[in-house]
């Protein structure tokens, strides 16, 4: 995939876009255009928040740990966490992450959902809200 131009979206078009994703169903990415979009688009949000949560659903542990250390570099938060060597490697993982405590919570998951939620906590009420979800493979690059 070649690299596209880093174009900041203007706060309304962020938002309509990471809208655009809602929890009921999911979207099949496949226009690098549209990536990007949606990369830029979410790191303006998310650079507006005061904090965030994620919420991650992954097919095992390796494959949620590595979407959330990708999606805390994109954030520009400290990625270097350690990993719950007691998580079953191989089962479906649910992780849950909040920026406020930098710390993880991580748990087996029994539903067929795959993807990243975000809930962005800020005094701009714009700004605040869940959103998602997101490929768990969105930022990695």
Avoid: W
Avoid at 93 to 121: E, H, N, P, W
């Amino acid at each position: 995939m070649s690299a596209s131009p880093l174009v900041e979206p203007n706060l309304e078009s962020a938002l309509k876009m990471i809208k655009s994703y809602d929890c009921a169903s999911t979207k099949n990415l496949e226009l690098s255009i549209e990536l990007s979009e949606l990369r830029n688009s979410l790191l303006l949000v998310a650079k507006l928040a005061s904090s965030q949560n994620l919420g991650i659903c992954a097919d095992n542990f390796q494959q949620g740990f590595a979407t959330l250390t990708s999606y805390l570099k994109a954030f520009g938060y400290p990625h270097n966490l350690e990993q719950d060597l007691t998580i079953v490697p191989n089962e479906p993982v649910y992780l849950k992450f909040s920026t406020q405590k930098m710390s993880y919570y991580a748990d087996k998951y029994t539903g067929t959902y795959r993807g990243v939620l975000i809930s962005c906590q800020s005094e701009e009420d714009l700004v605040s809200g869940t959103y998602g979800h997101f490929p768990l493979d969105l930022f990695v690059s």
